[in-house]
């Protein structure tokens, strides 16, 4: 059979509630144009985000019953850190309620100010994390990352020649930790090869410097490169990731993603001296350390959905589905990242809307639009995100990409979702030169696309 399904039944069900076109129009306008103040039960298609917003199994929500809601040492809080090293393989486990906790503890025990952190490119919330210990936080994926239109099997690829010479420059011991984001979330969902992480932890281990993975879609990374590198098409995904994970020293992960949970993240590390030192942060900030700020049953949703989101039934209609919303819209000629990444589709607006400088935010308008459209909710990644204003002259400097994410919810949305979302695209896209630009009104010091809010140009 060519047909890929769903490799699951549903046994609950959401209701949608159906807006209209003037309805919307009220609700962008009191949103600020910010969809990010929207109201979930405004929002028909909702595509802002692949994180935590997908459907647990039925083993997972019977994991939830069998939770142990022990204050030390719980029954869910062994099976966690049992499933986290099975399929990680570190020595110290540290839960977190979710990624960014991770990335505090582990940037604030691991950078000072002026030091410098490698990767493919940080996450929004990874880039600020590190700014807030004074550090920088430096984007080193390959040349062809940054091209929109340009196919490559691993676009998430770091440039290893740009990292040899980032060592030489500042030496390494301005350099706390390298790490590897896979997939490349901000640079499109794009794959790391096997080739790649491996070149990467050889060069960090011989400046003697740890190397990390940030892991949130490790198993859709892991089953990219057995699609697409040679040597491992007859490896399972959880070798394949397995053997990922054995080049570095330690990782910060999301189980909003790949943990298949609504919540919970963790840090890893096979030194047992910091461990020690995040677990002392830990305790002040999240909880002691066989729980770190999740639910007994929370641990065992994700100890469930670690081990599920490896089954490659599961990988293959989750690639299947987002390269089905990838290739509609594509032939229809909407610019897009190629090739399509695992957990999103990201539109390219600046070549979909040039008539929009990018300090009018195309991106951005190209969100509001969709959602005017159809009630689809999906977010920018560009300058509103990316952009940096001078401070004393206030001039922004806008980002190199101005794109547009639609994140699919694992497990959440079939495919006649789907075809509504491409068919709301197509319209927007026959009608894009009467799109219009947006003037930022207001904005937060850290993280502003959050809340930052927008007024349509004129
Ligand atoms: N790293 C990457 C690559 C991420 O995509 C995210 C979250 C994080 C770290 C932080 O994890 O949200 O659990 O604190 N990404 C979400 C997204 C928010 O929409 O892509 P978190």
């Known amino acids: 059979m060519k047909t890929i399904i769903e490799p699951f039944k549903i046994k609950s069900v959401e209701p949608i509630r159906m807006t209209d076109r003037p309805e919307r129009e009220r609700l962008l306008a009191e949103a600020h144009h910010n969809p990010f103040f929207l109201a979930a039960d405004d929002v028909l298609i909702d595509l802002l985000t692949d994180s935590g917003t997908g459907a647990m199994s039925s083993e997972q929500w019977a994991g939830i019953m069998r939770g142990d809601e022990s204050y030390a040492g719980s029954r869910s809080w062994v099976r966690f850190e049992t499933a986290v090293k099975q399929i990680m393989g570190f020595e110290h486990v540290i839960p977190t309620h979710q990624g960014r906790a991770a990335e505090r503890i582990l940037f604030s025990t691991l950078c000072k ?42 676009k998430g690829n770091m440039d290893v020649q740009a990292l040899a010479a980032v060592i030489t420059q500042y030496g390494p011991e301005k350099i706390p930790l390298i790490m590897l984001t896979v997939t490349n979330n901000s640079g499109g969902g794009q794959p790391v090869s096997m080739e790649n992480i491996k070149e990467v932890a050889r060069i960090a281990h011989k400046h003697g410097l740890p190397f990390y993975l940030d892991a949130c879609r490790f198993a859709e990374n892991a089953y990219f490169i057995k699609l697409r ?77 670690l081990e599920e989101v490896l089954h490659e039934d599961y990988l293959e209609y989750r690639l299947a589905s987002t390269r089905y919303l990838g290739e509609h819209i594509a032939e229809a000629g909407v610019p897009i990242v190629q090739p399509p990444g695992g957990h999103a589709i990201y539109i390219d607006a600046k070549a979909m809307l040039p008539h929009i400088p990018p300090i009018e935010f195309p991106g951005q308008a190209l969100v509001c639009e969709l959602y005017l459209e159809a009630g689809i909710r999906a977010v920018e990644i560009g300058s509103v995100m990316f952009g940096r204003v001078d401070p004393d002259t206030e001039e922004e400097t806008p980002a190199d990409m101005e794109l547009v994410r639609l994140a699919l919810p694992r497990r959440v949305y079939t495919q006649s979702h789907v075809d509504y979302a491409v068919e709301a695209i197509i319209n927007v896209f026959e009608r894009r030169n009467e799109i219009k630009g947006l003037r930022m009104t207001y904005q937060a010091e850290y993280l502003r696309h959050f809340t930052a809010k927008f007024e349509v140009v004129v």
């Not at 490698?118 to 210990?133: G, K, L, M, S, V």
């Open 113 to 154: 100010t002026g030091d410098i952190v490698p990767n493919n490119t940080h996450f929004d919330t990874t880039r600020a994390n590190i700014e807030f210990q004074g550090a920088t936080a430096l984007d080193l994926v390959i040349p062809e990352g940054k091209l929109p239109e340009v196919v490559h099997p691993f």
């Open 229 to 305: 590198e040679q040597g491992y098409g007859d490896k399972s995904a959880g070798e394949i990731a397995g053997e990922m994970f054995s080049y570095a020293d330690g990782c910060t992960m999301s189980a909003k993603k790949d943990g298949l949970a609504n919540i919970g993240g963790f840090l890893c590390t096979n030194d047992g001296q910091l461990a020690q030192q995040e677990k002392d942060l830990l305790i002040l900030t999240e909880g002691f350390p066989t729980y770190g700020g999740l639910a007994g049953r929370d641990l065992d949703a994700i100890a469930v959905g």
